[in-house]
């Protein structure tokens, strides 16, 4: 199976930037519909966002919409998130996630579910 593999966490100051990359390997079937999501010490994990296999469609949480932008490079079996204008409450544990076709809208992408496939997770610490 896909093997999925989150880098590019750490700690960052209110107000920066971070681009997180996930990395898949080990499937013949290498282009995955992916998503992101990060869980907070005593909170659910919450969705943030969806892209499709050719990256045409995205969703994005209401939290990070406008601030993150979800992306993609296949040719390096590679999908990011950029992250600005980062916030304390963005403090989580992201993890990436993926699915072997494309969702049509948000309800489906957003649900944990959808996908069966996930990484170990990388830190983001925001702090002033």
């Known amino acids: 199976q896909v093997q999925l593999v989150e880098s590019g966490g750490g700690l960052v100051q209110v107000g920066g930037s971070l681009r997180l990359s996930c990395a898949t390997s080990g499937s013949s079937f290498s282009t995955y519909a992916m998503g992101w999501f990060r869980q907070a010490p005593g909170k659910e994990r919450e969705f943030v966002a969806y892209?499709?296999?050719?990256?045409?469609?995205?969703y994005y949480g209401d939290s990070v919409k406008g601030r993150f932008t979800i992306s993609r490079d296949n040719a390096k079996n590679t999908v990011y998130l950029q992250m600005n204008s980062l916030k304390p409450e963005d403090t989580a544990v992201f993890y990436c996630?993926?699915?072997?076709?494309?969702?049509?809208?948000?309800?489906?992408?957003?649900?944990?579910?959808?996908?069966?496939?996930w990484g170990q997770g990388t830190q983001v610490t925001v702090s002033s």
């Open positions: 892209i499709s296999r050719s990256g045409a469609r995205t």
């Open positions: 996630a993926a699915r072997e076709s494309d969702l049509y809208n948000n309800v489906w992408a957003m649900s944990r579910g959808s996908y069966g496939y």
